[in-house]
């Protein structure tokens, strides 16, 4: 789950780590209020979950009330890449002397925690470590150890920050390390980290993603959550146990387990066929599941035929079918539907099925068969 | 021969009494597999249908000389059960729980690997393994697989490890040992540890991998391969059409900028020798070919 | 103004009753330095033309509230020395021993940024650090430095620290403080850490650094200049015609492969808006058009 | 100081790294009689300190007495790339399953120690470094903190290499450590490590390169240092104290201070002339010194003219000129000499040379003066 900005730095000032002083606001009302509160001049902050909001006018500097009022009316309801601004986080404004780039994410290869810091902040970190990689220092850190402040002191000084930012800066990645692995992150990033003229350290900015596996022991999660802002469909999916993706294409996908559905889109494409979604039913494939499953799909205007891929494995196919039919007695489907139902008691599945297969209800045995039929449809 | 299991391994399940754990414990029972003992805390000295129940891993292992554990628990308890697991004299550990947070799977991982450096753990979030007609650890179903080899199966994907197994099963091409290692940010085992057991398998005569978008792990099997591996692979990456940023199930599943695409990883494999197909069933009709040609 | 010393700065001698350390702490405090005190095991109570000497840092410096040390002693106890700097309550340690073990250096570098942070250290292995008609550490020849600014330097050459200074000064361009950072394999002050303290000085206008082969440290230094520089620099850097792969006097003198070579360095400074000069003596020049333009 | 391989084998050895039984030979007899003692077959291995012996016909496996007598006969004087060979290592061949690469060094931009590890070894590891640098693990060691078997366990996963290798190569590079930071190493590198088929893991190669610095805390180099080949003229130097590089111009070069003798070599090819060595005499420029440094230049027979570059910081210019005229009364100079002499007391020592001053003792007053002055001499 990613968080907003504001979110961010609330999650990090649990772990003590230094923000800005400043305030949530959904009004014009609002965000004077905490202007007068934290003090001028103030940044008014489109929060949304995209980058290039400061390219996209969603970042402005406010000298006073008039400022406040004008652009925080300019933001609100503002489109950022097709995010639609809801709330602005209004803080008070630093006096920038350097920017530096912080963060903690999982090293999937080494399967340690990598650490990521650079006197180079404030830009796509994307970019440094193309242009001039040297000027990221890298630390590795063994998740048994984790990370102490003598590391950290020796980490900032080989990453070049300037040295009277050394001190907080360790204090602060210590912190942030810990925010990272007790707050259960998959990424704990501060671009810019910034030096005040004042000689002070602290998170100008806050990009955090919570691992979703984490959130049985982190009960303050819920309040993130309710402000995530889903595509209504993969919402829904979500609530069922689904996991849908919307995709552009007009064949819509259901099959059991990630690899599978995965691979289903790929065959679809590879016989010249587009997929109008991912979606995996997991292990279970019974009525209740299979009928929200193809609901869901039929709810995409886009699709024009329906791709059933089932590989009977602990699930058996003989179920799957007795779900197909439950499921097509409960919702009208308008579309038609392939179905290819393989693996265990795959015969006695299609057994089932045969007596009401018709030119909308449609088995083919394999894969590829079932794919070429189905996108012969949606070609039509 | 099979890899990391065979007839004699005798396992015990973490989590025997849970309805998850009875279920596949059974059922691997049944398939023939040695389950010799339950372990949950507090319920020692019960039995599940007559496999006995100890409270902690020390006592079942101390009571059976089991070597492998079965760790079927939820995700809040599945790191404490694995390390109990490793510290119980256990030497080769199966968990196949999903949705532990990727924090304790590092901890974990790394822990294992710097205090018990000869246990093996394979998952968390996989299929498990299985070495048909002889050991079957895990939730794949033993009906599927075939025995007698001589083809090993390695693979990220659950239902695809599935898929697999039955395109060579229903060939007639036999296993020597399929092995899910899953998908999940810190897997215990990973295709290298797999490709070089089946390298040194004498009765594997060919290895079909199947993998998927996200990370780099096929990219440096394919390394691994090109240096190693003198047996015939057979390859599929699935997500070839896998959208970027999107993740697709699990959490390796997603491809971040140009890294991990199948792309990449299908010209890797290409590279290293490796045969790749552009789905499961030309995977397995490759595979049926190479082994007709043995 | 100058950077790290300045006239108020109180100076002990670690090594004060040593044959080197007795030279060059007298010429330190002949020139006006404010050598308050000497450190030498065994010899506290002590005194050398007047100035008292100590059994340890820390005792020097509860009687003269000193911030800074010369560290001149022999190799073997060079490290020691240093640690005990820095544990006595000294800020800024300029240790121009010549000799002392890489493993000393990379421990004694590491214990001080780890233990330490607010501690500079210079050196070893270089020539100190003069502020001319303020504060001079170190075995610079006080003679070719001039007073009144506005030139900075900083070089990793002892001689050409010297060559440097003298340029200038014949010339007429003074200069608010010289640095010479040595060129072992781990100085515990670098370029950046000197252009950063020029760049943040009101008095210097300008600065000019001496490199030469090996390392990278001039690559990092072009770099930062790039982002962060905003006074004019002239750089040189020894050794382009020195062949590949052969010491030339510093640990830090050596190119290995294409890396660490003048013409690399050359080119990055000369990316990064630096006037890089062929000789010595063109440097001096070029800075003296670049004081007349200001 | 680099150390031949057996000399590696040895330094290990003290810290309990497993090398293959063998022994030295300078001999074709020797060479026989250590292969007795260590079994057969055994490998016969040239000892110079270049790379590249193999190819080059100087690594040979021999299967019994009649091959080792062979090979012993044709290595041992064997000349690779102009280092003769005097000397050979016997030692065990091994059954080798797996090459990898193992080493530590200084990581001199991040001023820690960097460990190497590549289950691809046996082969240039620059080369593997730039075709696949994913296969090396590095590894940044505190030396604050040094290396533990934990992290030893960790590497060596991370590595890939294979698991039968792991237990024994995470604790022979514990001891690997040691010996690069308590044997006082630059570097301390083992290509190829292997594992025998036997599954044992021991180093097959070692390339040890002392820290000079660090002799006075190990007596036992002295037998290192007894078979130090040198340039004989470099060694004469060494014996003086003068820090002399033979290269191969005709303009002899003396100066005070490695950075200006750079500098000079610099500034004589920018002029067109080309140096005939770099030769720093230190900090000290008295008549002893400088009479060594005339007289060592003077030996070299490519030398048309000498250059003396000698910059007055500590050293005052007068006792320069004082021990050039002192040196020049007791050695006879046949070249032409160039003197640029300049800092603190210049014009008292230009004084003192001035009655001496002929065609053959020119002082010119600048560098780059002299430079021109020099070379034009020496292209005449």
Known sequence: MDLFEYQGKQYFARYGIAVSPGGVADTVDEALAVAERVGYPVVVKAQVKVGGRGKAGGVKLAANADEVRTHAGTILGLDIKGHVVRRLWIERASDIAREYYASFTLDRPNKVHLGMLSAQGGVEIETVAQEDPDAIAMLSIDPVRGLDLATARRWVAEAGLDEEARAQAAELLVKLYECYTKGDCDLAEINPLILTTAGTVHALDAKVTLDENASYRHPEWDEFRATETEDPRERRAKEKGLNYIGLDGDVGIIANGAGLAMSTLDVVNQVGGSAANFLDIGGGANADVMAAALELINSDPKVKVIFVNVFGGITRVDEVATGVLEALGRVTITSPIVLRLDGTNAVEGRAILAPHLSDTLITEPTMLDAARRAVAIANA | ?294
Chains 1, 4 share one sequence.
């Open chain 2, 1 to 294: 021969m099979s890899i990391f299991v065979d007839e004699n391994t005798t396992v015990i399940v973490q989590g025997l009494t849970g309805g998850q754990g009875r279920f596949h414990g059974l059922r691997n029972r049944d398939y023939g597999t040695r389950v010799v003992a339950g372990v949950t805390p507090g319920k020692g000295g019960s039995d599940v249908e007559g496999i006995p129940v100890y409270n902690t891993v020390r006592e079942a292992v101390d009571a059976t000389g089991a070597t492998a554990s079965f760790v079927v628990v939820p995700p809040p308890f599945a790191a404490g059960a694995i390390m109990e697991a490793a510290e119980g004299g256990i030497t080769f550990i199966v968990c196949i729980t999903e949705g532990i947070p990727a924090q304790d799977e590092a901890v974990t991982y790394n822990r294992l690997v710097e205090e018990f450096p000869g246990v093996r753990l394979l998952g968390p979030n996989c299929p498990g393994i299985i070495s048909p007609g002889k050991c079957n650890i895990g939730i794949t179903s033993g009906d599927i697989a075939l025995a007698g080899g001589p083809v090993g199966i390695v693979s990220r994907s659950g239902t695809l490890t599935y898929q697999a197994l039955y395109e060579l099963s229903v060939q007639g091409v036999g296993q020597t040992t399929c092995v899910g290692i899953g998908g999940d940010p810190v897997p215990g085992t990973n295709f290298i540890d797999c490709l070089s057991a089946f390298e040194a398998d004498p009765e594997t005569k060919a290895v079909m991998m199947i993998g998927e978008i996200g990370g780099s792990e096929e990219e440096r099997a394919a390394e691994w391969i090109t240096h190693h591996m003198t047996k015939p692979v057979v390859a599929y990456i699935a997500g070839v059409t896998a959208p970027p940023g999107r993740k697709m199930g699990h959490a390796g599943a997603i491809i971040s900028g140009s890294k991990g695409t199948a792309q990449a990883k299908m010209a890797a494999l290409s590279a290293a020798g490796v045969r790749v197909c552009q789905n499961p069933t030309e995977a397995g009709q490759a595979m049926v070919d190479i082994v007709a040609s043995l």
